[in-house]
Every structure is written in C-alpha cells, then in structure tokens.
C-alpha cells in the first residue's frame, strides 16, 4: 500500500509536468551532436534547489533519460551519435535510413529505448540493494576484460576485412592515449602543444569521425541524402511493435545486459551499447545482416544504453558512487537538498526515492508518444528539406556542438581534422567504427591493465590477478566467443550447405563463386606508413615512466605487426590486370572533388574565423559559403534570399538557446 502511495505523489500534475518537460528538453538536446545528457543536467539543476526532493530528481531523471535516448535520432539520420551511447545505433540505424527506412528504424529506437528504460528503472526498483553488490565485485581487472570485450566487437564489424578492422582498433588506442596517462602522469604524444595535453575529447572524435565524411559526401552528388519511405507518416509504427517482438529475447537480453553495466562506475551507455550489440549480432540467426541496416542491431544499442539510466542511479543511490557524469551531477544535487545517499536511503527518505523512481517509470513511459511525434516530424524534414539547406545545417551543428563540449574551439579543430582522417581512411577500406572502439576504450582498457598489473607484482601475481578471478574468466570466455564465432561461422556454413542433397550440377551452381582479390596498393601504403607511426610512438615511449610507456608500446606493436600481416597478405595476391577492374557499383551521378575540398577548406575556414570574429558573423558567413557549395542547381535570387533567412533564422535560435538557455560561453563578435 506504501508503494500505491508514492506512485500517487508521482502522478500529481507538478509531477507529470516536469517528467514531460524533462523528456522533451533531453530528447531534443540529446539529438543536437556535443549537447550531452551531462550538459543538459548541469543546466536544469540550479532550477531545481527549490523544489521538493522528489520533484527535483524526476525533472533530472526525465531530461537525463530523454537526452540518452535523443542520440539514436542523429545517428539514424545523419550517421553521428548524438550522444556517445547510441554509437553502435550508426552501424544498422543509418543504413536502414539511406534504403528509405530512416522512420521504421526511428520508431523501433524509440520502442527499444522504452523497454529498456523500464526493465533499468524496475531493477531500481525491485533490486538496488543487491545489485549494487555487483558494482564492488568489479575492480581493475574487470574492467580491462569488459574493454577487451567491447573491442572484440571488431570482429564482427569488419568481417571479410578483419585485419583493417584491427588496425583501425589500433589506431583509435594509439589516439586515446594523447595527453596526460591515466596512471603515471606521463605527458604523451601533445607535439608539444597545449591543444593534445587534454587528450582527444571523445565526443568531439565521435563527431568528425562519423560526420565529417558524411558533409563531404553530401555535397559531392545531387543525389539525395535520404530515401522516401511509402510508409505511414515514415514511422510505420504496427511494423516496428511486430519487428521488436519477434526480437523480444534480444530486447530482454539487451536491457539486462544495460542494467548491469549501468550500474559499473565509468562504464556507462557507450559500453552497454556495445557489449549488447555484440551479443545480439552473435546469437543471431541472420549475423551477417548486421551492420547493413538489420533492426536487431537497433533494439540491442537502444535497449540497453537506456537500461543504463536506472542501473546507474542503483550505486548512486546506495552507495554514493555515480556511475557516470549525469549520475554525479545528480549526486551533487541531493546533496544539496540535503539527502543522506547510503545503504539506508530507501528506509530513511523511503517517499522521496519511491516517488522518484516511479516518475522516472512515468518519464520513461511519456518517450513512447514524445519520441514518435519528434521522430515522425524530424524524418520528414530530413528527407524533405533540399540538400542546399541540410548540409550547412549539418554543418552548423557539428561545429557549435564540437564547441560546445568545452566552450573551446581546439575541440573543433580536432573534430574537423580527425574527420578529414576518417574520410581518407573509409576510401582505402578502413572503417571509423573500429578507430571509435579504441579511443573510446582505451583508457578504460588502459586504466584496468595497468593497475592491475601494479597489484599483481605488489602480490607476486600478476597472471592470478588477470585470469584467477571468476568475473574475469566469464568475460575472457565472452570474449574469445564472440572473436572467433565469425570464423568458426565461415566454416561451418559451408559445410551444412555441402550436406544438402543436390544434384550434381545444381549444388555446383548453388556454391558460389568466391571473388580474386587483387592486390590493394593503396591500403598497402597506408599501412606502410602507419608503421612509421607505430615506430614513431614506441621512440617516443623512451621518457616515459614504465606506467605510461607499457600501453602505448604494447598497441603500438600490435598496430605494426597488424600492418605487416597487411601487406604480407597483398603481396601474395596476384596484382591488379593492365586494364584495371571492372567496377560493378551503381553509380547515380559523379562525385565533385571540388566540392569536396571546398567543403573541407570551408569548415576549417568556419572554425578559425569562430575564433578570430565571433560566432553570428562566422557562422551566418560559414552557412551561406556552404550552401552555396551545396547548391548543384541554377536557382533565382529569391531563392537564395529564401536561404538566406533560413540561415539568420538557424544561427539566430542556436545562438540564444547556447547562450541564454544553456548558458555556453561564445566567443564575442566583433560587429556586436
């Protein structure tokens, strides 16, 4: 009867208004590439010291499981994570939408993410106490195996392409080792410059990897971005309940699997994401589906980064331990109010915590028509508004997002650089989503090997402290599993497919013709000179303490030997014929190089001048310049004074709500 009562204190209209407000508020900012859960929280906390308790945690609760949930849109849309959780919703989200299914794969996010936000906020509910056991169980040697786990999805992202895949793992470990070490202090790879000593902020990198190439490929075709679907509204809703219950078994399984590391200090959506993405595309019945747009990869990543929500508030609550930023911001804010967080917290302030956790159930329930209703207008206007207008708006928003992380411009340096990188790499067949594995993973995996190690020689045991612990081993076997299932697969299909009873001449025209593969000089030179930059890096480790350099040096082999196993393998393939190869793909209109290159010299252009002469007259500059490189059609001038307004209007609303609402520091304009 006690708990009827708190979910009546949940439902008074104070309450139902601020689970509404809240989710609105973070499903848009988590949409908007930079504008973080964290950011969105940190904002709407000072509002909140005059609230009751329970009123003020609901309000946080809603904004922080909206903003978590408002990254699937980007990355469905624009191939960019809105947020760092919906990282692995890229890999099916976006081609689902380039194939016309952009509004079906936006109504199974939105149903994924309402299940899995209500299976983190049940277990909060039924089960903190205990659960919040398993976070302590988990020390350094946990947490290096949970990152070797979630790099082993590389595996099975680049399938028929494995050793670019783990180069381009390497590569993202080399890069999140730039800056200060995690354990020692050690200055590494900053060129002396103060803008690496911080490292490469991971959302920035997220940006320029995944959207940078996408701008550059956007305005070099007059092709459209997306597909229109023939659906209902684009978001065919009976279709995605029918899609997400044949899927009901990775949906469950996603969500426990977020609610578990949720509820990890420091692990949080991305990995979730990750880990449950793995393990759908692996107990699978159609795996190779994956990453071409196959919804089971979207239930898996939606599910389970927002199952991290309620697991993350389980050792926030009992033991006072945030499991991410959000959570602590959350954390300094009961404190505030005066709350006692502990083991006694749900027997002590029993009607602030209940009534709390059953409005973030109402939160996470109001997702379903919040989302559906964003979703079903912002598909239309993706595939509706003209490239012209979509590719400086993409623009203009990776840009002020970049910036926005830190409220400094260095940030969007490196996002532009890094995705030029990307770009070049994605032409030689190195995909950006293992480079975003490793430098997402890597100080964690960094952090977990090297204290552990530091414990097992002050225990004259370091191979117990890395394989003697049962956690350890259950992930090692996760592990190995999902590493070679892959070529394990490869080689028992064909030989179910050899049993089936065929005649002779049909079973030989049912087995199918296995491709030559010719030599790829152009891979062979990347790798060629990234083994100048692993040797570059292990003779940088030289002043380095044992702490900073044993990482770096373990990765920076690996990449070397990687890239040598590279080229070995092309050079036994036979070379390339005279006349060069066919090219089977279909081809709707040539690529513009030079729009290509302006585009990139554009963005550069904008970031420096951001700098130099301030943020409306840079940007209102830098979107026009874009469009009118965008532009593959003759128009009038009243269309482009039609652009123009929509250019004032665009840099006009993102202005006042960074400065006003969110209150970023911008630099000042000159002209004002």
């Given at each position: ?240 309940f029918r899609t997400t219950l044949r899927e009901k078994f990775n949906l469950i ?106 409005g973030l159930l109402i939160a996470t329930l109001l997702m379903l028509p919040v ?302």
């Amino acid at each position: 009867m006690e708990l009827l009562g708190y979910l009546i204190d949940s439902l008074t209209p104070f309450n139902l208004l601020l689970a509404l407000g809240g989710v609105i508020l973070g499903t848009v900012v988590g949409a908007l590439p930079g504008l973080s859960a964290t950011m969105a929280v940190a904002v709407l906390v000072p509002f909140t010291f005059t609230m009751n308790p329970a009123s003020a945690l609901i309000a946080l609760g809603a904004i922080y499981t909206g903003a978590i949930y408002g990254g699937a849109f980007a990355a469905i849309l624009v191939n960019t994570p809105g947020t760092p959780s919906a990282i692995a919703t890229t890999f099916d989200g976006y081609p689902m939408a380039k194939r016309g299914d952009g509004g079906l794969a936006i109504s199974i996010a939105t149903i994924a993410s309402v299940a899995g936000g209500i299976v983190g906020a049940l277990s909060l509910l039924l089960l903190a106490p205990p659960l919040a056991q398993v976070a302590l169980k988990f020390g350094p040697p946990e947490y290096f195996w949970l990152a070797v786990f979630g790099l082993t999805l590389i595996s099975v992202l680049s399938v028929g392409n494995t050793i670019k895949g783990l180069i381009g793992a390497s590569i993202g470990l080399l890069m999140s080792m730039i800056g200060v070490a995690v354990v020692g202090g050690d200055v590494r790879y900053t060129l002396d410059t103060q803008i690496l000593l911080g490292g490469i902020d991971i959302t920035s990198g997220l940006i320029g990897l995944f959207c940078i190439p996408v701008i550059i490929d956007l305005v070099a075709t007059r092709d459209p971005h997306l597909k229109v679907s023939d659906g209902d509204g684009g978001i065919r809703l009976g279709e995605a309940f029918r899609t997400t219950l044949r899927e009901k078994f990775n949906l469950i399984r996603s969500s426990v699997i977020g609610t578990v590391i949720g509820i990890l200090p420091g692990a949080g959506g991305s990995i979730a994401g990750l880990v449950a993405y793995t393990e759908a595309r692996r107990s699978s019945k159609q795996s190779s589906e994956y990453g071409t747009g196959h919804p089971g990869g979207i239930i898996a990543t939606e599910s389970a980064n927002n199952a991290t929500v309620g697991g993350g508030f389980i050792p926030t609550l009992v033991l006072g331990i945030p499991g991410t930023p959000p959570d602590a911001i959350i954390l300094g804010a009961l404190l505030v109010q005066g709350i006692k967080i502990g083991p006694t917290l749900f027997n002590d302030q029993a009607g602030t915590v209940y009534t709390f956790i059953f409005g973030l159930l109402i939160a996470t329930l109001l997702m379903l028509p919040v989302g559906l209703l964003i979703g079903r207008y912002a598909y239309r206007s993706i595939i509706s508004i003209p490239k012209a207008l979509l590719t400086p708006t993409i623009a203009f928003l990776v840009i002020i997002g970049s910036f926005a992380i830190h409220s400094d411009i260095s940030d969007t340096y490196m996002m532009i650089v890094l995705g030029v990188i990307a770009w070049v790499l994605e032409r030689f067949g190195f995909a950006a989503s293992p480079i975003v594995l490793g430098l997402i993973l890597g100080k964690i995996a960094e952090q977990g090997f090297v204290q552990s190690y530091l414990i097992g020689s002050a225990s004259e045991n370091v191979f117990g402290m890395f394989f003697g612990r049962p956690i350890s081993i259950a992930l090692i076997v996760a592990a190995a599993l999902t590493l070679f299932y892959p070529l394990i697969a490869d080689h028992i299909m064909p030989k179910k497919a050899m049993e089936i009873d065929l005649p002779r001449s049909a079973e030989e025209d049912a087995r199918p013709v296995k491709p030559l593969k010719y030599r790829d000089y152009p891979g062979m030179t990347i790798a060629g000179l990234l083994i100048v930059i692993g040797v570059l890096a292990i003779m940088g480790t030289a002043d380095m303490s044992p702490l900073g350099s044993v990482f770096p040096t373990t990765i920076s082999a690996a990449m070397i030997a990687f890239c040598l196993v590279l080229i070995a393998v092309n050079l036994l393939r036979p070379a390339a014929p005279a006349d060069g190869l066919p090219d089977d793909r279909p081809v709707a209109s040539k690529p513009s190089t030079w729009r290509r290159v302006a585009v990139t010299l554009a963005l550069a252009a904008w970031a420096v001048a951001i700098d130099q002469i301030g943020f409306i007259v840079a940007s209102l500059v830098g979107f026009v310049v874009v469009t009118f490189i965008s532009n593959h059609d003759r128009i009038g001038v009243l269309r482009w004074l039609a652009y123009l307004i929509v250019a004032c209007g665009i840099v006009a609303g993102f202005y006042l709500l960074m400065s006003e609402v969110l209150l970023i520091r911008l630099p000042k304009d000159v002209l004002f």
